[in-house]
């Protein structure tokens, strides 16, 4: 048989093989599936962070387990040069979990702004299958900001009043052209800037510019003079007197808008007919006083909801003339009368808006009496923060109505800012008895944090000191505290004497204004003496061993013994006394046979035994 013969016959032989095992019931063909591999999956919500010198930087890194088996993650982190690296040492990550693992870099305070490090995080799981994953983070020092001089709003303002005004001519007439100048002052106790006056009117038509005179600034007690030219209009034909209204606008240094409007009065010069030369009549000076609240303060700082504070006032009387029956209304809300006739009935203050601060012990109406012309008096009264307020800066209204020296009823409207705090209410304490302190051994101190407030509190580093003491692993990073939760350190001291000694905690944070805080406690401890260091040495432990006394233990010779030290004498031996001997630890006694260390044996007291 040829070679291509047999090959023929091996190529249908092998076809008949395939076609049979493919019409052959129940055969069925396996798939071999890849072997997956497990691994760690590992993400940080930045990889690059920064923070002040002494501040702490806080990675949160997540690490998803792929495999099928509950695994254990050990975290180590590369040692930081900017300060110290705080990471839990392990995770326990169940099969397809996901666990957070915070990551924080405590810089130094002697950390260099501008300097930056990279930090090499690295997951090792317990399970060696499983690959170790390492991830890069950067951390840098920023400088610290400028510390800028705030004042407290409301606490003081620029005033700007009119102190004078007069004209070019001696009389003025309709169709007449005249200028007009008036002196401004600031009464107030800050700087004034961006003065606008504006002359805008029917009566008198402004000249030259269009009514609209920018100033400048204005300091605390200075004064400046403005002018602008009018034409009297036709519209005052006839009559004896015409009113020019001046409108002023201008800003403090933090950019607050305030808004004063003045009435000017000028005679006019009416014709009717000839007349006989007359004396110039000079214009008639304006008198209304001019309620201002110069000052105010608090007793309590700073203001929290539930809080009850007095608030202090300081009322001045920048006009010219002197208020009559002055009763302060807190909260606002008095509608005065446009004509100023005093109404029948008293001062109403039931619509003014008290729903953050709500006095206390009295209403809101507070009787001041009459306060002169340039005279200034205090007011105190007490309120309480609503215990529904959120932080933050929050006004409050106050009016004040009084009647001028003819009887006319006026009301002067005042704001006032109050901040409202909402700080942490956290406890310092021992979770646990430490049990007893002896001088110059280290002791556990088992602090915890405890959020006392009714909600979360976010706290930064929390540094245990104590005077002349020393103390390890005092400084930890608390992070939030849920309402009634909290955070223990297992801190250990050493105390260098016995006696009361202070136990300093402090605990920094961030309040609601973003200004930096610090909570700070004092747990007093009672230090014991510690045991004496004798002659044989430290104790157990390494604590120092009570030294041993000098002990002479009596033991009373028996007959026999006398008996054989008489023979001894007879005989030319020696008879004396056994003398003790000292023993190791100070111990003297009389030897006795058998290993030093064997047991004493005690005497046995047998009681007298009772006659029938």
């Known amino acids: 048989m040829s070679k291509s013969s047999l090959l023929r016959i091996l190529t249908i032989f092998t076809l008949l093989i395939g076609v049979l095992a493919l019409a052959w019931p129940g055969a069925t063909v396996q798939a071999v599936e890849p072997q997956q591999t497990a691994t760690l999956e590992v993400s ?43 990471a839990p040492g392990s995770v326990f990550i169940p099969a397809g979990g996901t666990q957070p693992v915070p990551v924080a870099v405590n810089l130094s305070v002697s950390a260099l702004p501008g300097s930056s490090e990279g930090i090499t995080v690295t997951f090792t799981p317990a399970d060696p299958t499983i690959p170790a994953v390492s991830k890069l983070v950067s951390v840098s020092v920023s400088a610290p900001p400028t510390a800028q001089p705030t004042i407290p709003p409301g606490a003081a303002r620029p005033l700007v009043v009119v102190s004078g005004y007069y004209l070019d001519k001696d009389t003025i007439a309709v169709g007449d052209s005249f200028k007009l100048f008036v002196e401004l002052r600031n009464n107030g106790s800050l700087n004034a800037s961006n003065l606008i006056l504006s002359f805008v009117n029917e009566s008198f038509l402004p000249q030259d510019t269009g009514g609209v005179v920018a100033l400048g600034s204005l300091d605390v007690g200075s ?46 010069r009416v014709y009717s007919g000839a007349a006989a030369p007359t004396p110039t009549p000079t214009p008639a000076q304006i008198f209304r006083p001019q309620l201002v609240i110069a000052s105010y303060q608090t007793d309590v700082d700073p203001l929290q909801p539930g809080t009850q504070f007095n608030l202090d006032l300081e009322v001045g009387n920048l006009g010219n003339a002197d208020a009559r029956s002055v009763t302060m209304v807190l909260g606002g809300g008095v509608t005065p009368d446009a004509s100023g006739t005093p109404q029948p009935g008293g001062v109403s203050g039931g619509s003014g808006d008290l729903t953050n601060f709500a006095p206390v012990g009295s209403s809101n109406l507070v009787y001041l009496g009459d306060l002169p012309a340039s005279a200034t008096v205090k007011t105190s009264t007490r309120l309480i923060v609503n215990v529904s307020a959120n932080p933050g800066a929050y006004t409050l209204k106050i009016s004040f109505v009084y009647t001028d020296p003819k009887g006319n009823r006026l009301v002067d409207d005042q704001v006032i800012t109050l901040l409202i705090y909402q700080l942490p209410s956290v406890e310092v304490n021992f979770y646990r008895d430490p049990g007893p302190i002896y001088a110059g051994q280290m002791a556990t101190l088992p602090l915890q944090v405890v959020n006392l407030g009714r909600k979360q509190a976010v706290l930064g580093n929390m540094t245990v000191t104590a005077a002349g003491a020393e103390v390890q692993n005092n400084t930890t990073l608390v992070g939030p505290l849920d309402p009634g939760g909290f955070f223990t350190l297992d801190a250990m001291l050493i105390p260098p004497q016995p006696g009361s000694l202070e136990l300093n905690v402090a605990i920094n944070y ?66 004396a006394p056994p003398q003790p001997e000292t023993f190791p630890g100070g111990m003297e006694g009389t030897p006795v046979e058998g290993p030093v260390n064997a047991p004493v044996e005690q005497p046995v007291i047998i009681p007298p035994q009772k006659g029938p």
């Open 223 to 268: 004064k400046r003079e403005v002018s602008q030219r009018f034409l009297v209009s036709s519209a005052l034909a006839g009559q004896g007197v015409g009113i020019v209204p001046v409108k002023l606008t201008y800003t403090d240094a933090n950019g607050t808008a305030y808004n004063e409007a003045f009435s000017i009065t000028l005679q006019l």
């Open 510 to 575: 961030t309040d609601d204004f973003n200004q930096a805080r610090q909570i700070n406690q004092t747990i007093t401890l009672n230090v014991l003496e510690g045991a004496p260091v004798g002659p044989e040495g430290p104790g157990m432990n390494g604590t120092p061993g009570p030294s041993m006394p000098d002990v002479t233990p009596v033991v009373e010779e028996t007959f026999w013994q006398k008996v054989l030290r008489f023979l001894k004498g007879l005989i030319g031996l020696d008879s």
């Open 44 to 86: 940080v919500d930045q990889t690059a962070k920064s923070g002040l010198p002494g501040s702490s930087v806080l990675f949160n890194f997540s690490v998803k387990n792929n495999s099928a088996v509950d695994v254990n993650v050990t975290i180590s982190a590369t040692p930081s040069g900017l300060g110290n690296v705080s």
